[in-house]
């Protein structure tokens, strides 16, 4: 979120609590920071690692923007890279079983290619060009549920997908067209 310090302890935008509610001080994820840095999405994977997005440009001095993988104990890792991942921030991420990332926000490109508002990571951060939204989102997604079937309900303040009339809510295949 958008703080720096949990229980008078140091933690910038990230932090992870113990079940009683106490600072777990075994994750340091150092400094997470930007200009206005706030983290808006997380999603632990199931091998620990977690996922961050937010409006951010660097993850503990390494350049990483609006997207990171930090390990389980908050370092970053580094055979995550998204290049130069969001151009803007990203306010929602989703794990698919197969390993890849969807993130949707304010940005409209990764990694230099054109991507309106949504686009989906490979496991190693790396841009995967199978998802397509074509014109994606005029406007903001701010969030993002799978579907059991794989299919995605993203919700913001666009009024179109793909140049097709949707008003704040739409459903996407798992290639990005819009369904």
Do not use: C, E
């Amino acid at each position: 979120g958008y703080f720096n310090a949990v229980s008078s302890q140091v933690r910038h935008h990230l932090a992870r609590l113990n079940a009683s509610g106490s600072l777990d001080t075994t994750f340091d994820p150092g400094v997470v920071q930007s200009d206005y840095a706030i983290v808006y999405s997380i999603v632990v994977q199931p091998n620990g690692k977690v996922l961050v997005g937010g409006n951010f440009t660097q993850y503990d001095g390494i350049d990483r923007s609006g997207i990171a993988r930090a390990n389980a104990d908050g370092s970053i890792d580094p055979t995550f890279n998204p290049g130069d991942g969001a151009n803007d921030t990203v306010y929602a991420l989703a794990l698919q079983p197969n390993g890849k990332v969807l993130l949707a926000g304010a940005f409209d490109s990764y990694n230099g290619v054109d991507r309106w508002s949504i686009a989906r990571a490979n496991g190693n951060g790396s841009l995967d060009t199978s998802f397509d939204p074509g014109a994606g989102a005029d406007d903001l997604i701010m969030a993002m549920a799978r579907q059991p079937n794989g299919k995605v309900l993203i919700g913001g303040s666009f009024t179109t997908y793909d140049n097709v009339g949707r008003n704040r809510i739409a459903r996407v295949n798992a290639f990005g067209y819009y369904v």
